[in-house]
């Protein structure tokens, strides 16, 4: 892995730290994944164990010694979870901040100035790969398109109708009642209406309220039979 990172290394970074680094890096790289950058901190003062960040093509490896060097922790965060990433030069070095989509921040301070500006470089890059997509590459590539077997459909006749002429052929003789019948029938009764009963004319005044529930006569020849026969009761 040195040999790969000896094009992106420059003189303000210690080969010691780079290759602890790497050699804990190791066993944490994924298939296909591959280490872009690596910055490290250098404070004022003298630098014993000194914070880092590495990017590669798929995440961003914060690294941590803990227990006086003998460890070191890791955190890393995959580019589809960054949302932005910044860098603030100052007099004594630059700061690295990132942010996730989580609304975490995470801020790397007194790296030099110029691994600072690489690191934010590859960051965009990467960023910006995602945003507008990536090449295909063996780690992206997309499962291959399989196209759906052609069925093929047999086209079904419609059976042929026959135009029909006579109408008659097709109408069914119903027998019609006219409705001047019950107009007529109750003319003919009308006069003789003071010659009914009470429960005779309540028997007429319900036959009309039939004939008008069965529509065959209309709402106001209905309400002036109804008029007329309670004109008698």
Not at 93 to 118: C, I, M, W
Not at 128 to 157: F, H, I, R, S
Not at 209 to 214: A, E, I, P, S
Request: proline share 5%.
């Amino acid at each position: 892995m040195i040999d790969n990172l000896k094009k992106i290394l420059n003189e303000d970074q210690d080969p010691k730290a780079i290759e602890k680094i790497t050699s804990k890096l190791e066993n944490l790289l994924m298939s296909n994944e591959e280490v872009g950058y690596i910055a490290v901190q250098k404070k004022p003062a003298v630098t014993i164990l000194p914070d880092s960040i590495v990017v590669t093509n798929k995440r961003i490896i914060l690294c941590k010694p803990k227990n006086l060097g003998l460890s070191m922790e890791f955190v890393d965060y995959d580019w589809d979870d960054i949302a932005a990433s910044f860098v603030k030069e100052g007099i004594l070095g630059a700061d690295f901040t990132f942010t996730t989509k989580s609304e975490l921040t995470h801020t790397v301070d007194y790296l030099p100035k110029n691994q600072a500006r690489k690191l934010y470089t590859y960051a965009k890059e990467q960023l910006d790969l995602l945003k507008n997509g990536a090449p295909v590459t063996a780690a992206y590539a997309p499962e291959p398109t399989v196209e759906e077997p052609v069925v093929a459909v047999e086209a079904v006749e419609e059976p042929a109708v026959e135009e029909v002429t006579d109408f008659a052929e097709i109408m069914p003789a119903t027998t019609y009642t006219s409705y001047e019948e019950p107009k007529a029938a109750a003319a003919s009764t009308e006069r003789k209406l003071s010659e009914l009963s009470q429960d005779e004319l309540f028997e007429k005044l319900q036959n009309y309220k039939k004939l008008l529930d069965n529509g065959l006569i209309l709402q106001g020849e209905y309400d002036n039979l109804k008029k007329e026969i309670l004109s008698y009761m």
